[in-house]
């Protein structure tokens, strides 16, 4: 029967989405596997114990890798594809030299994740490795399933630096009732954080989970409250999950805010504090005592739960017998509505983001702001409008009109600033070759389109989070990585452009590999299709050096890969040069 079902491709394939818990988009999905709705192979681990049995698992695996990414392209998905994978069989066709590259020829580089559903039942982890290397050669990323799920898979996570985690179920599970469960996931979300790994919670079912996972700073997640596996997937969530997914209320420990990145911290004010158990007429002394002061935050045991504001509550009050009921009870009572509550690291770009895709009262009423989980004050969404808007100006001065990517003047303060702080970083200078010859023979208008579309595919490979893109002027770019994999980014640059710009071309220009255009000397001459260079020039945060001396540095090496054939990277490592083609 299992022949059968491979011969005749027989397999049901299915998707389930993975969610953004801050915005309630989806960015990809979980392909799962079924057989034939009349067989007794129908379910997953019948059918793949039958392939074990014969011996035949890893022929299943690309077999279902097939199924889904064809039907993944069929129904017009977008995002990521996670892409169930044993460890053994990837090594077994790493040690016969026959590696499958799941979606290599079907127009979806960058989208797959391999992940890793299996423990490593004794595999060596050196030869796992060098494996998954060669698939990130090609864009892929990797995923580790039921992280949490015992020492091994914290050993895993370790040896193979995944991209994405997945938090076992189990610890999902009434996690809103459970204190160790909570200060379990509490701790793998920052370790995620420490290594630059993006983490889902699997097996969300109910609100009160959802909640909590996301009080803890998980990211992602997956569950039936936010979307079934179907073979024809949702392409949002639905309307009452995603007003879930509104506002993180109580964040934990949060990153580090970036350098030079404007947080909640601009639009701090100071403003007293009371107990919620507090009686209102105290509260209302307050007010009465300093007749400039229009809010005062509410804390329960050290937490902040609310807001009180004095328009509004001296209203009340004025009212007939209003302060003879609420005299004496607990100021408690006056607050209004559950409150935002940031964490002094948010980006005022983030913050701005909760205000107008969510919780737009939020600019009427204010927000508390914690470091750690303390009080330290609140924002006003007043305060909040102009930083925005004076940023928005800042950017609009310096960015270049056909990318609307930051400039020169922007690029340079961000080196001085890494410089300054001693940070590590690698500065990655990006030039087409050809453009010239391009640009003449099929205009300007394509020759904008082919800097645009690069613009693009290098903002696809950046870490928005800790990276920056900026545009120095024509075909000239600078990625400033502080990433800790640029090498993979760039590498995925570089291999993903050629597919990228094949639809500037005519069909003959592209098939012959270049066209015949007039050169500098006006002789018609063979020019090749364009490429892309990528020079790297890499700061270890001791050198002091003036941010002129390391672009002239960049520039040497992005001189250096133009010297190569086609797509090309080239690293340089002070005086050792490294090339990688």
Known sequence: ???????????????????????????????????????????????????????????????????????????????????????????????????????????????I??????GMGGISYDRLRDAI?????????????????????????????????????????DIDRDPVKRQFVQAMVEIALQANATVIAEGIETEAELEAVRSLGVKCGQGYLLGYPSARPLRQVEGRVKGMLGVQRRPKKSAPARPGIATARKVLREVPTVLNTVPTNEVYSIFENQPDLQVLAVLCDGVPVGLIHRTRMLDRLARPYQRELYGTKPC???????????????????????FTEKNPHHLFEGFIITA?????????????????????????????????????????????????????????YVDLDNF??????????????????????????IDVERDFLGHIGGDDFIIIFRSGDWKRRCQAVVDGFPQASRFLYQPDHLAAGGYMALNRQGEEVFHHLLSISLG?????????????QVAEMATAAKAQAKKMAGNALFVERRALFECVH
């Open 133 to 173: 290397t060669l698939y990130r050669k090609q864009g892929l990323q990797l995923a580790l399933d039921d992280i949490g799920e015992g020492f091994s898979s914290l050993r895993r996570w370790s040896e193979l630096r995944p991209e994405y985690v997945k938090i076992d179920k189990y610890f999902v599970e």
């Open 536 to 548: 790297v020039v890499r700061m270890d945060g001791q050198q002091r050096l003036p941010s002129a």
């Open 436 to 461: 010239k010859p391009f640009n003449d023979l099929y205009g300007y208008r394509n020759g904008d389109e082919a800097i645009q579309l690069t613009a693009r595919l290098l903002s696809e490979h």
């Open 372 to 428: 750690d989980q303390a009080f330290i004050g609140v924002g006003t969404g007043f305060d909040l409008l102009r930083e925005i808007t004076q940023m928005q100006i800042e950017a609009a001065r310096y960015a270049n009109p056909l990318t609307q990517l930051p400039g020169n003047v922007p690029i340079n303060e961000h080196l001085d600033m890494l410089l300054e702080n001693g940070e590590a970083f690698a500065v990655c």
């Open 113 to 118: 994740v391999i992940e890793f559903t299996e």
């Open 1 to 111: 029967m299992l022949n059968s079902i491979l011969q005749d491709n027989r397999l049901i394939p299915l998707f389930q989405p993975v969610v953004d818990l801050n915005g309630g988009g989806i960015i990809g999905y979980e392909g799962l596997i079924r057989g034939p709705m009349d067989s007794p192979l129908h379910s997953p681990i019948a059918l793949f114990d039958r392939a074990r049995r014969d011996g035949r698992v890893a022929e299943l695996e690309t077999r279902c890798h097939t199924t889904h990414i064809e039907s993944f392209i069929q129904l017009g998905l977008e995002g990521k594809l996670f892409l169930n994978t044993s460890p053994g069989v990837m090594i077994g066709a790493y040690l016969g030299n026959a590696i499958p590259v799941p979606g290599q020829d079907a127009g979806v580089e960058g989208q």
């Open 332 to 354: 408690s009572h006056f607050i209004e509505n559950e409150p935002l509550i940031v964490d002094h690291n948010t980006s005022l770009q983030d913050l701005a983001h909760l």
